[in-house]
């Protein structure tokens, strides 16, 4: 059963553009990742520094090695997006079965 990932971020005031930038850095060794058939980031209309990174992956398995990866293998890609998120804030992570 195919799992959606979605994670809502609140980047630091101004900083949607960079984070745009880095996330597109991401997007690019993610999409060809075993599982993935959804790696996009969408941006709020009513707050721009609100942004939500939809994801979609053939199963559960996959998407675990996936972020599994993404802390051992792209680190320096991931920290690049954690930087740029709003001091004190933690984003929210949901997943969701189709």
């Known amino acids: 059963m195919a799992i959606r990932h979605i994670v809502t971020i609140r980047v630091a005031s101004g900083r949607a553009a960079e984070f745009t930038a ?3 850095a991401l997007r690019a060794v993610t999409l060809p990742e075993p599982g993935c058939e959804q790696y996009e980031l969408f941006q709020s ?3 721009p520094d ?3 990174i939809l994801e979609r992956w053939t199963d559960r398995e996959l998407l675990h090695r996936h972020m599994t990866g993404e802390r051992d293998g ?3 890609l ?3 997006l954690v930087r740029l998120w709003a001091p004190g804030t933690t984003p929210q992570v949901e997943q969701f079965e189709d």
């Open 22 to 24: 880095a996330f597109d």
């Open 45 to 47: 209309h009513s707050d």
């Open 50 to 52: 609100i942004l939500v």
């Open 74 to 76: 792209n680190a320096a």
């Open 78 to 80: 991931v920290d690049a």
